[in-house]
C-alpha cells in the first residue's frame, strides 16, 4: 500500500513537467528566429484588448487613407518648413500643439483660415517630395533610440491632428488592423475609440450618431467581414482634462445608447500627470452605477515609474479589467488580491519597452502574473506607433520567458474569456478558439513545418531593430 502511494505522489509530483508539451519544447530549441515567428504568425490567437484605434494605424495606412479622401472633399496639407511666422512657439497643456513641430497635419477647411505666412509652411500631402514623405511617415512612429515618452504622448496625435478628426480615415484605419490581425488569426478586436469632435470636410462637426453610422457601415462592408475579425468598442476619456467627470457621464450615456457595438469604458492619458489619478472618479462612478446597469470597465492603471496604489485603487473604482499593470508588481497586497481572480490585466510588452516604463524585457513583471495566476493577455496597445504587430507581442514573450504552449494557449483563451463582448458571442469565439487551436497543434505534430509551407509572415520594423529578424512588410 505504501508502495503505491509512492508510486501515486511520484506521479503527482512529476506531472508538472510533463505538463510542457515535448513538441512545442524541441520547436523552441530548434527553430531559427524566423521560423518560431512563422509559427507564432500562423497560431490562432484570440482577441486584442487593449488597442487605440488612432494608435494602431501603421504609417503607411494613415497615408493612404488621408489621400483616399479626396473624394469626399477633404485635402489634407503637412507642415514642411518652419518660416518663425509666430514669434514665440506657443503650446498649450492640452490640446494645441508647439508651433515648433514639423509635420502637423491639417485639412483645407483649417488651412484656409492661416495666415498666408503660415499657408507657406505647410504643403499638401500628395505634393511631399520623397524625403518629405519619408519624413511624414517616421513622424507619427518612435523609430529612433532617442524618441520614446515625450515624443509619443506629446507629438503623434498632435501631428496626426485633423486627420484622427475624419471617420472615414480612422474607418480605414479600423479596417486595416482587421485585415492584419485576420492574417495573423485574430478573430476579435475590443478598439478604444469614441466619438467626439469628428470633422466634415468643411470644418463643421459631424454628430456623434454620425459617426457611429459611418463605422456601421464600415464594419459592414464584404471586406471587412471577409477578415473574420469580430469587432466591439470601447469610448474612452482623457483622464487628467478639467472637464474629464462630466465627458465621463457623457461616455456613460453614449455607451449605454450603442450597447451593440459600445461594450465598455476606459480612462486613457498618461498617469504621470497627477491631475488624473483614479479615486477622482471614484463619485462620479458612483453617481453614475445609480442609473446604467451593467458598463464594463477596463481602466488603465499601473503605467507609471514609481510604485503607488493606483491598479488597487482602480479596482475600487470598479474596473475589471487594468491596463498595463506595470506597478502593480510593487504593491504586493494586490497581486494576492488579484491571484487566481476575476481580474485581468491586459499586457503590452513592446509598449513598455518602448515608452521606457522597463528598461529591458527582464525587467517586465509579465512573468510573474502569468505564473502566479493572476490573469493576463497580450495586446497591442498603439501598434501602429510602435511599427509592429500580436504576433511581435507573442515572439517577444516566447522568446524572452520561455512560455511553454499551455501558457501560449492560455493567453489567448484569455483575451477572449476576459473580453466585454455579448456573452453568446463570447461563448462561440471561445468554442471556435479551443478548435482552432486544438488543429494548428495537431498538424504540427504531424506534418512539421510542412503544416505552416504556405504562411507568409507579415512584420514591421519592430522585430527588425531588436531581434534582427527582418520581414517584408506586407
Ligand atoms: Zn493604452
Known amino acids: 500500500m505504501r508502495k503505491i502511494l509512492l508510486l501515486l505522489s511520484l506521479i503527482v509530483y512529476s506531472l508538472p513537467s510533463q505538463a510542457a508539451e515535448p ?24 482577441g486584442d484588448l487593449h488597442n487605440h ?19 469626399r472633399g477633404y485635402t489634407y496639407y503637412t507642415k514642411v518648413r518652419i518660416s518663425n511666422c509666430i514669434a514665440y512657439g506657443s503650446s498649450n497643456e492640452y490640446g494645441f500643439a508647439p508651433y515648433l513641430m514639423l509635420f502637423r497635419t491639417l485639412q483645407g477647411s483649417s488651412y484656409d483660415k492661416l495666415e498666408p505666412c503660415q499657408k507657406g509652411e505647410y504643403k499638401r500631402l500628395q505634393d511631399l517630395n520623397a524625403a518629405e514623405k519619408q519624413g511624414w511617415l ?28 475624419n471617420p472615414y480615415v480612422v474607418a480605414e484605419i479600423l479596417f ?6 485576420g492574417k495573423e ?17 468643411d470644418g463643421s462637426t459631424y454628430t456623434a450618431d454620425e459617426t457611429v453610422a459611418i463605422y456601421r457601415q464600415r464594419l459592414a462592408d464584404p471586406d471587412a467581414k471577409a477578415t473574420g475579425v469580430t469587432v466591439r468598442f470601447q469610448s474612452s476619456i482623457l483622464r487628467f482634462l478639467p472637464s474629464a467627470e462630466q465627458n465621463l457621464r457623457e461616455l456613460y450615456e453614449f455607451t449605454d445608447k450603442h450597447r451593440d457595438l459600445w461594450v465598455g469604458v476606459n480612462m486613457v492619458g498618461r498617469e504621470d500627470d497627477d491631475k488624473g489619478y483614479p ?36 479596482l475600487l473604482l470598479g474596473a475589471e479589467r487594468i491596463g498595463h499593470g506595470v506597478n502593480l ?51 497591442t496597445d498603439d501598434r501602429g506607433m510602435w511599427d509592429s504587430n500580436m504576433s511581435d507581442e507573442y515572439f517577444v514573450a516566447v522568446r524572452e520567458f520561455n512560455l511553454s504552449w499551455e501558457e501560449l494557449v492560455q493567453l489567448g483563451r484569455n ?23 486544438e488543429r494548428f497543434a495537431e498538424q504540427f505534430r504531424k506534418q512539421g513545418w510542412d503544416s505552416l509551407k504556405d504562411v507568409k509572415p507579415v512584420s514591421y520594423s519592430f522585430t527588425c531593430k531588436h531581434y534582427q529578424l527582418c520581414l517584408p512588410r506586407e
Do not use: C
Not at 23 to 46: M, V
Not at 186 to 197: A, H, K, M, N
Not at 353 to 359: A, F, T
Not at 417 to 437: G, I, N, T
Open 176 to 181: 486595416r488592423n482587421m485585415q492584419a490581425f
Open 23 to 46: 513538441w512545442f519544447e524541441k520547436l523552441k530549441a530548434e527553430a531559427s528566429p524566423e521560423q518560431l515567428y512563422r509559427f507564432l504568425y500562423a497560431l490562432p490567437k484570440g
Open 138 to 165: 517616421d513622424s507619427i512612429r518612435l523609430n529612433e533610440q532617442y524618441e520614446g515618452r515625450n515624443e509619443f504622448f506629446g507629438r503623434h496625435w498632435e501631428r496626426l491632428n485633423e486627420l484622427w478628426r
Open 53 to 71: 484605434l488612432t494608435g494602431a494605424g501603421l504609417s503607411e495606412w494613415w497615408w493612404d487613407a488621408a489621400l483616399a479622401q479626396q473624394g
Open 329 to 379: 508588481i510593487t504593491d504586493p497586497e494586490t497581486m494576492l488580491l488579484m491571484r487566481n481572480g476575476p481580474y485581468m490585466v491586459e499586457i503590452n510588452l513592446i509598449s513598455n519597452l518602448l515608452l521606457e516604463y522597463v528598461q529591458n524585457f527582464q525587467q517586465h513583471p509579465f512573468p510573474e502574473y502569468l505564473r502566479t495566476g493572476i490573469p493576463v493577455a497580450l495586446s
Open 185 to 201: 488569426n485574430l478573430v476579435y478586436l475590443e478598439t478604444q475609440e469614441g466619438p467626439g469632435g469628428e470633422l466634415k470636410a
Open 279 to 314: 479615486l477622482r472618479f471614484l463619485p462620479t462612478l458612483r453617481e453614475l452605477r445609480k442609473k446604467y446597469p451593467d458598463i464594463h470597465l477596463s481602466i488603465h492603471a499601473g503605467e507609471v515609474d514609481e510604485p503607488n496604489h493606483h491598479v488597487r485603487d482602480t
Open 415 to 437: 483575451s477572449l474569456k476576459y473580453s466585454f463582448v455579448q456573452e453568446p458571442v463570447k461563448q462561440k469565439l471561445l468554442k471556435d478558439y479551443d478548435s482552432r487551436v
